[in-house]
DNA sequence: CTGCACTATGAATCGCTAA
DNA sequence: GTTAGCGATTCATAGTGCA
């Protein structure tokens, strides 16, 4: 069984334990601005950018150079407008040195209900990808996802036109290299991602469903690489890195939620040391 | 039938011509960086924001202070990484006095093909909102949408491609026949929209499909309202505005599609001159 | 009028090579 | 060095025509 690290503490702290270039993956989703000062997270949003600014450099430490720093983040509401926090995060981020690789979307499909007078229900996310380099680890091919029915009468015979845009050196199109097509059958996705939130978890809130962080792992580490989540409140990054095999480093401020994690994410641990082997392998198919 | 307002020319220059505080709606989809080179020249991104400027400052004068802007672009990827003029062009608008107050994502269901290294399709659009003040005009009834129960249920007595063909409807609520929905279960939206970009339509190629505009000039105005876009293109969103009887304000420096636009919009003047109700009335079924 | 097959096309990006 | 051009790669949808 892969190794799991938390830490109860700090962010900014506890990272300084950790080594340079060493995480293939950080995926967080940060505490979100609040006016409210006093509540736990709670980052008042003016002072979000110059909060966050020194965590990321030390993310930026931590990162292998083809590793990825996955950020959920979205602004908030703030005297009717769209704060500008995020924004100037991102722009801030890029001085410090990461380069602001792709902007994913996380459609969040059973929203709560809601009404404003100006305002309809906000379903979507921001999933920031953030490197150190052009040149990073991505395997595209794990999280391949089924297409459209379509395919299956579309690709017995193409069209005249899929095979004219063929032989046309202008237009660029489907058609190209038709070998490629036969008996395909899975599609690369894109870079929105349609989830529904979770709310089959009684006891805590978690910041997102399991899907989420899976599907980044899975695209960007292989089996025993160094995922991290330097806000893992519930703990599900962590625990969904456990379950496929990578090496999970968590910490939390929280000393609830650190044990929670703790004892979540170690089960009976005297039983399974002689037995990890066989544990690991059986528990393949609970993906 | 009301009025059309078609002006050939830079977008700058033909903005003086509008009074204050004259318009209820502007929608427009400006060209992107380095995009449409052969119609608007092509801005550069590191200069996108310095381009857009000035012309906001017009939009911001021309608005009325109940008046909403919707701005959709994109930014494009520059070596490898996302380009940050919008994020700049947002900051930029709010220090010239825009309130930055909503930003809705367009999900293109069916985005053009392709597949890098690093990189998925890329398959989401902003709708950045902007207003003048924290009070504006909304018409949230107008854009409501069918509820997920009742949807399911009348719809699981549907053929299999009736299903697929109308699921647009029951996600986003911009089906054609919406008006069949009226008098059911009814939601209000979301700020995600999920729409296909127009495939059908041969000759000219659309910045979106009529859909997207008409659910804004639904959203944002009244019959008798205001809608402006300063560049108009192929004039997707003054066609609908003149449909559902908006007065329309058209700019656009390309002579072809000014003339495209004009065609559409004027048709058979001298004869609709004493018959303007009844084609109007007649035309409704033509959407 | 419905169901089905067919067709056209959409604000793309990367890496290599030539100038 | 720097830029510009071009080949390679890749899906999903709506409209049309016809049985």
């Known amino acids: 069984m892969v190794d799991i690290d938390l830490y109860l503490g700090d962010a900014l702290q506890e990272l300084a334990h950790l080594e340079d270039n060493s995480v293939d993956l950080i995926i967080t989703s940060p505490p979100y601005a609040d006016q409210r000062k006093h509540t736990y997270g709670g980052i008042h949003p003016d002072e979000y950018v110059e909060w966050f600014l020194p965590i990321s450099e030390q993310l930026l430490r931590v990162l292998k150079p083809t590793g990825t720093f996955i950020l959920n983040i979205k602004e908030r509401v703030v005297s009717g407008e769209r704060h500008t926090y995020v924004l100037e995060l991102i722009l801030a981020m890029r001085k410090q040195g990461w380069l602001w690789t792709e902007e994913f979307i996380w459609h969040k499909k059973n929203c709560y209900p809601g009404k404003w007078p100006n305002r309809f229900r906000d379903t979507w996310e921001r999933l920031l990808q953030f490197n150190k380099q052009r040149q990073f680890k991505m395997y595209q091919e794990e999280v391949m996802v089924p297409m459209g029915d379509w395919a299956q009468t579309r690709l017995r015979k193409l069209s005249e036109t899929d095979l004219r845009r063929d032989e046309s050196k202008v237009e660029s199109g489907f ?71 990578r090496h999970a480093i968590g910490i939390d401020i929280n000393h609830d939620y650190y044990s929670m994690v703790y004892e979540a994410t170690h089960p009976k641990q005297a039983f399974l040391c002689e037995e990890e082997k066989t544990y690991a392998a059986n528990n393949h198919s609970k993906g």
Not at 204 to 233: K, Q, Y
Request: charged share 20%.
């Open 175 to 245: 058609g190209k290299n038709i070998s490629n097509w036969i008996g395909r059958r899975m599609a690369y996705p894109t870079n929105v991602l349609h989830m529904a939130t979770e709310c089959g978890n009684r006891n805590h809130s978690a910041a997102f469903p399991e899907r989420l962080p899976e599907w980044f792992i899975n695209l960007f580490t292989e089996e025993g690489d160094t995922v991290l989540d330097p806000f893992m409140g519930s703990g599900t990054s962590i625990y969904v890195a456990q379950r496929i095999q």
